[in-house]
């Protein structure tokens, strides 16, 4: 099992930016790939990002592609997510999870460990 805390969320005018950090703890971090998800008031999680364990593949929602980078730094044992160019229906609490198998990095599911959650709220 792996640690993850969330921080970085909070409230931001639209078109502004924010980055969300994750930090990982409790086993080798570059044995998992590592996820990005959030989740409105009223509506299911879903997928925002993910990213391969070497950081060389990432992979975004159609939502986002173009405003948000998933980024990772393995010394580090942490995964960001920036997020640009942000929009009212951006916001969401946001997870960081990690997976070991990477067989579907879409699917919230397939995420063994999560983090708390960190708040994001995009003002229009």
């Known amino acids: 099992q792996v640690q993850l805390v969330e921080s970085g969320g909070g409230l931001v005018q639209a078109g502004g930016s924010l980055r969300l950090s994750c930090a990982a703890s409790?086993?080798?971090?570059?044995?998992?790939?590592m996820g990005w998800f959030r989740q409105a008031p009223g509506k299911e999680r879903e997928f925002v990002s993910a990213i391969t364990k070497s950081g060389a593949n990432t992979y975004y929602a159609d939502s986002v592609k173009g405003r948000f980078t998933i980024s990772r730094d393995n010394a580090k044992t942490s995964v960001y997510l920036q997020m640009n160019s942000l929009k009212p229906e951006d916001t969401a609490v946001y997870y960081c999870?990690?997976?070991?198998?990477?067989?579907?990095?879409?699917?919230?599911?397939?995420?063994?460990?999560w983090g708390q959650g960190t708040q994001v709220t995009v003002s229009s």
């Open positions: 999870a990690a997976d070991r198998s990477g067989i579907n990095l879409y699917t919230a599911r397939r995420y063994a460990d």
């Open positions: 409790g086993r080798t971090f570059t044995n998992y790939y």
